[in-house]
């Protein structure tokens, strides 16, 4: 088992920034990929980056690519999104997730956190 917690969101104005941290504990050695999905108000949850622990590989929605990263310390198994140059049609419930390989479906990751709410006005 991987357990997963998210923490970092809050309320932003358009233009602003955010950090998330997902934070992964357990059986981490059985996960190779920790994934940032998102999922707004009547949407399907979607996809916004990834990254293999392994490596420096990362792998980015074209809506959030040169506005988000995705990095991670592995000393601290804890990896982060930074949220810049924030729109409100960033606004959604972020979750961070963990799978034993790279994908960018949601059916690709077998533990997943409680999200955490990004609001962005306008």
């Known amino acids: 088992q991987v357990q997963v917690v998210e923490s970092g969101g809050g309320l932003v104005q358009a233009g602003g920034s955010l950090r998330l941290s997902c934070a992964a504990s357990?059986?981490?050695?059985?996960?190779?990929?920790m994934g940032w999905f998102r999922q707004a108000p009547g949407k399907e949850r979607e996809f916004v980056a990834a990254i293999i622990w392994s490596s420096d590989s990362t792998y980015y929605a074209d809506s959030v690519k040169g506005r988000f990263t995705i990095s991670r310390d592995n000393a601290k198994n804890t990896v982060y999104l930074q949220l810049n140059s924030l729109k409100p049609e960033d606004t959604a419930v972020y979750y961070c997730a963990a799978s034993r390989s790279y994908s960018s479906r949601p059916y690709g990751y077998d533990y997943w956190g409680q999200g955490t709410q990004v609001t962005v006005s306008s």
């Open positions: 357990g059986r981490t050695f059985s996960s190779s990929t």
